[in-house]
């Protein structure tokens, strides 16, 4: 019953290296998102899967991929990490009782990730 | 698209004072005005969600207001605490739109 779970919390890369970063959730609800946050900007869409099976661009997509591998879990790749894509990244899907696929979202702990 | 604009980005109130923070959206059709409460080393949690067909609502000593002829909607936290201090981020949607979130507001409650 943890909600959302995040994996890895920490990751440290090189230019160039790839990676996955796993999402988890027990909301039992169709749609996840995937969201980067920068010092001074906010949040930003990166991804989004509006049910299992179905993925559409957010507002910064450029280099990542997505997976929606079944309901309950979303990965994003890093297919070539670059420095531009240190950051922290958050997966939100809504809360219970949400009566709308983008209400009341409710977001992992997230995974700092750094690009040397 | 929508664009949200948040006011200010920094915040500091002395403890038992209220505090006010004031977003602007572009999209008129924007219908859903959520608010986010994050903590250090924390993902965002909601405090408080508002429609657009309600002008205001409050949770305990949490409230948002809506304009919708002026497009802007503000947080207002009064008897802050120190445990109010956090940044903040308001965002706003319209039907099935992902959220669009504003750049957030670093609050600080002196004691």
């Known amino acids: 019953n943890a909600g959302v779970t995040q994996t890895p919390k920490f990751q440290v890369l090189k230019t160039g290296q790839s990676m996955t970063l796993q999402c988890a959730q027990d909301?039992?609800?169709?749609?996840m998102y995937w969201y980067r946050q920068d010092p001074g900007m906010g949040l930003r869409l990166i991804y989004y899967s509006a049910s299992e099976g179905t993925t559409d661009k957010g507002e910064v997509p450029n280099g990542y991929n997505v997976s929606r591998l079944n309901k309950r879990e979303f990965s994003l790749r890093l297919e070539s990490a670059a420095p531009s894509q240190t950051s922290v990244y958050f997966c939100a899907t809504p809360k219970p009782g949400a009566e709308a696929t983008n209400e009341k979202l409710f977001f992992g702990s997230g995974t700092q990730l750094s690009v040397l | 698209g929508e664009n949200v604009e948040q006011h200010p980005s920094t915040l500091s109130v002395q403890e038992g004072d209220s505090a006010v923070i004031k977003c602007t959206y572009s999209?008129?059709?924007?219908?859903?005005f959520p608010w986010y409460k994050q903590e250090l080393g924390k993902g965002p949690q909601l405090i408080i969600d508002i429609r657009s067909n309600v002008g205001e609502k409050k949770d305990q000593r949490i409230a948002v207001t809506l304009n919708k002829t002026a497009k802007h909607f503000s947080l207002h936290i009064t008897e802050t605490q120190p445990e109010d201090s956090a940044v903040y981020f308001c965002?706003?949607?319209?039907?099935?739109?992902?959220?669009?979130f504003g750049k957030g507001t670093r609050l600080s409650v002196i004691a």
């Open positions: 909301m039992n609800h169709n749609s």
């Open positions: 965002a706003a949607s319209s039907g099935n739109t992902p959220l669009v």
């Open positions: 999209d008129s059709a924007s219908n859903y």
